[in-house]
């Protein structure tokens, strides 16, 4: 089993920064690609960004040029920054993780964009 465990979520006005982190723990071995995904009150859950073991990156639609996803596989520790926040980023923040074709996720953390 791989447990995930975010971490820099907060209140930050519009305009502004974040950086969440996601730390890996467990069978942490062989994992494939992490994300992020997020999800608002009364909305379906979103994909934010993805990276595979090698490095490699897509983002969604909303996080094209604002945000950068990032890993450390020697931390087993998985980022991403968050520039330009806008209030339509306030939303719970998933961390993600693929191994041995199972998915796991973290329990997620608050981002609330003020403006």
């Known amino acids: 089993q791989v447990q995930l465990a975010e971490s820099g979520g907060g209140l930050v006005q519009a305009g502004g920064s974040l950086r969440l982190s996601c730390a890996a723990s467990?069978?942490?071995?062989?994992?494939?690609?992490m994300g992020w995904y997020r999800q608002a009150p009364g909305k379906q859950r979103e994909l934010v960004a993805i990276i595979s073991s090698g490095g490699s990156t897509n983002y969604g639609n909303s996080a094209k040029g604002r945000f950068a996803i990032s890993r450390d596989n020697a931390k087993n520790t998985l980022y991403l920054q968050m520039n330009s926040l806008k209030p339509e980023d306030t939303a719970v923040y998933y961390c993600?993780?693929?191994?041995?074709?199972?998915?796991?996720w973290g329990q997620g953390t608050q981002v609330t964009v003020s403006s």
């Open positions: 467990g069978v942490t071995n062989s994992i494939n690609e």
């Open positions: 993600y993780a693929e191994r041995a074709f199972v998915g796991y």
